[in-house]
């Protein structure tokens, strides 16, 4: 991703890739107007995630994190799906049963408030909704970690189950809601 972006970027001579992790990364204080990340902040251990965005941002300077998450309860499509996760992949549990999304907020804005660098953060959320054939819908959860860390021949397995739904009950096609949600703070002085 970092040669791909880098290329895209060839024509903007002020933007720099690190082909590095964030933990990695030796930035210099003080030099950036937003540290912005999409879906993946979480994988950065707090201690190092919040304390080094607020070091590399200038005192006027903003995080912004934001995640995608499927509204709930589920309809439709999404819980018939859930028989399918419950028989290839049953140690995923049942996604109805997990917190709700207020409470993911809560504690995504709780996690940013403790850090004790950012002021309260500003939430925005997003409803859409994105119409899917099938085969569009297995490129997009082979974009989801927990399905690419899933054994090949599992993900095939699951991936098909999940494939033939959509043929066989759903014409081939589904919509799929999403909520995007977005927090901006900024960095405390």
């Not at 902040?41 to 005192?59: M, S, T």
């Not at 996760?85 to 049953?90: K, S």
Request: overall charge positive; charged content about 30%.
């Amino acid at each position: 991703m970092a040669a791909l972006t880098a290329k895209k970027c060839q024509k903007y001579p002020r933007v720099r890739v690190y082909p590095i992790s964030f933990e990695e990364w030796e930035p210099e204080a003080n030099s950036f107007d937003l540290v912005i990340s999409a879906t993946a902040f979480h994988w950065i251990p707090k201690e190092i995630a919040y304390p080094k965005a607020a070091l590399v941002l200038k005192d006027s300077g903003y995080l912004a994190v934001f995640w995608n998450f499927h509204p709930t309860p589920y309809t439709d499509f999404f819980k018939a799906v859930q028989k399918v996760y419950q028989r290839v992949v049953p140690e995923w549990g049942n996604p109805e049963k997990e917190r709700s999304i207020e409470d993911k907020i809560r504690e995504i804005e709780n996690e940013i408030n403790r850090s004790g660098l950012f002021e309260r953060p500003i939430i925005k959320q997003y409803s859409w909704a994105k119409e899917y054939t099938a085969d569009q819908y297995i490129k997009l959860l082979n974009t989801y970690s927990d399905h690419q860390s899933l054994e090949p021949k599992r993900r095939k397995e699951l991936f098909d189950a999940v494939k033939a739904l959509i043929e066989e009950k759903y014409e081939g096609k589904i919509i799929r809601p999403h909520l995007t949600v977005l927090f901006i703070a900024k960095k405390l002085c």
